[in-house]
């Protein structure tokens, strides 16, 4: 009888040992890329801040920004009527 319980006590704390090693292990890997994350995060803003600082206060800061600027400025025409025949 003693050494079913003493089978099964062991059985429960290899579980238990297991439970802990993997969630310390989830833990790790969390950390791990949070860390990665934050570093690619600034590494990007950096990048970001000096590609502004390139750019001359006069111009606009991006290919869209002009492209809707020279839409705004130019004169609407209508077309031509298309001429359809019966």
């Known amino acids: 009888m003693e050494t079913c319980f003493a089978e099964s006590h062991a059985a429960a704390i290899k579980h238990t040992v297991i439970r802990v090693e993997k969630t310390i292990g989830v833990v790790k890997a969390y ?23 390139k750019v001359s206060p006069g111009s ?10 020279n839409k705004r400025n130019t004169e609407k025409k209508s077309p031509n009527a298309l001429k359809k025949s019966q």
């Open 31 to 53: 950390l791990q890329l949070k860390a990665v994350t934050a570093t690619k995060q600034m590494a990007s803003a950096h990048a970001m801040l000096r590609t502004r600082a």
């Open 60 to 69: 606009p800061p991006s290919s869209h920004a002009n492209t809707a600027a």
